[in-house]
């Protein structure tokens, strides 16, 4: 089977169910589900996975092997944007691969796509503390490219 270079993962989402209406530029939290869809990807080393991000959450990867009880949740630190957002960012840096943007100082829905060259299960938690601990987590599995490229197809 041949493995993708890259992979999307919906990070967040804005429900339709009730009906919902974020014109002209609203982020009604109780509309957001907290989930990564899908929960593990698959892509081959050296490609990329597109986290797209609906709503207020925080990207952050961990290395190869670390599950979701190896994060310390009391290591936190505030959102360095406006409105006394309470410190509830994870910054447990242990095995940290990749955090990404302050999600106070962003449009809520955006993109980070995100590099892994090494094969390795990849822990991918959004980092704002209330969102991790409801599970809002997932896994890429990035694997080894062995095959030569020129005889790919
Ligand atoms: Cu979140």
Redesign the pocket.
């Known amino acids: 089977m041949r493995l993708p270079d890259s992979a999307t993962v919906s990070?967040?989402g804005w429900m339709t169910s009730p009906v919902l209406d974020r014109f002209p530029n609203s982020n009604p939290i109780p509309a957001n589900h907290?989930v990564l869809t899908p929960e593990r990807v698959r892509i081959k080393a050296g490609g990329t996975v597109n986290f797209i991000v609906a709503?207020?959450?925080?990207v952050l990867v961990y290395d190869h092997g670390t599950q979701p009880g190896d994060i310390n949740t009391n290591l936190v630190i505030a959102p360095t944007g406006p409105g006394n957002i309470p410190p509830l960012l994870i910054n447990d840096p242990n095995n940290r691969i990749y955090r990404g943007l302050d999600p106070s100082l962003h449009p809520q829905d955006r993109v980070e796509v995100v590099q892994f060259d090494r094969p390795g299960l990849y822990l991918v938690i959004?980092g704002?503390r209330p969102?991790?601990q409801e599970g809002?987590y997932g896994y890429v599995r990035v694997i080894a490219n062995n095959r030569n490229k020129n005889n790919q197809d």
């Not at 709503?55 to 925080?58: A, P, R, T, V």
């Open positions: 990070f967040g907290h709503g207020f959450h925080h959004c704002f969102h991790f809002m």
